[in-house]
């Protein structure tokens, strides 16, 4: 019992030291990695700058098209029997369930490029 026990004392300190050595190596390889990276969060000042539609736009798209379409939050296909909308700026289309969720979870935000503009969607064959 003894031997197990001072066996695993030797590689417990086998893992430090050798995470010790690599993290000096790491260091002295590269003494000054300068400014870290640090995302940046999406601009938002472009889209809330934008003019909204007008209540009365809607978008038209065709039956054959929307078949080709996804949902934009749930990558679910799009029922064109439903009611549809479309981001007014980058032309994401969305169904009501998205609607709601992204106002719930995004603060209705467009989860592409953050526009609070969406235009609803009438389908044409
Ligand atoms: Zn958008």
Known sequence: MARILLLFLVVALGIIAARRILGTFREGANPDPGPAYRPHA?????????????????????????????????GGPLDPDAEL?????CQSFYSVASVRALALDNGARCINCGSMHRIGVEVVD
């Open 85 to 89: 909308f479309r981001c007014a700026d």
């Open 42 to 74: 999406r601009s938002r000042g472009r889209s809330g700058s934008r003019q909204p539609p007008p209540p009365s736009a809607q978008a038209q798209v065709s039956r054959s098209m929307l078949s080709a379409l996804r949902d934009a939050l749930s």
